[in-house]
């Protein structure tokens, strides 16, 4: 009887193990109503604005563009063979929590007419 009783215990300890390991790896957890912003630095006059390339509406994370802050004195670059044009800011981006959920954010950079100079960041979402 105690043997029986203690392999139950064990069963539904693991059961609810399992069932709350199986939630996605985030790069940010919020709760529905709950935002964050990112600060991104980008190059407005020549046209170079950080997109959200896979945005739809999936109804889990909405975002809103902040106006511009600060100007940063040097830009970032990537490598020797990066070419700013025009004076660079930097966005805040705010994303909110709007129902429960998952999702990926595919965020973009760079010129319309050359795709291949493209920036681009990605992070996950979950939504609680």
Not at 34 to 57: H, K
Not at 70 to 89: A, F, H
Not at 110 to 117: F, M, T
């Amino acid at each position: 009887m105690k043997k029986r009783l203690m392999i139950a215990i064990l069963t539904a300890f693991t059961f609810v193990f399992l069932l709350n390991s199986c939630k996605k790896e985030a790069d940010y957890v919020l709760q529905v109503g709950e935002s964050f912003c990112l600060e991104l630095y980008e190059y407005p006059s020549s046209g170079m604005t950080w997109e959200w390339e896979n945005q739809d509406n999936n109804g889990i994370v909405s975002m809103k563009k902040i106006t511009f802050t600060s100007t940063n004195p040097e830009p970032p670059l990537v490598d020797s063979t990066d070419i700013v044009l025009g004076g660079g800011t930097t966005a805040h981006y705010c994303f909110k929590g709007e129902g429960k959920g998952y999702v990926v954010v595919k965020m973009a950079i760079g010129k319309e007419d050359d795709p291949d100079r493209y920036r681009r960041l990605n992070f996950s979402i979950r939504v609680e």
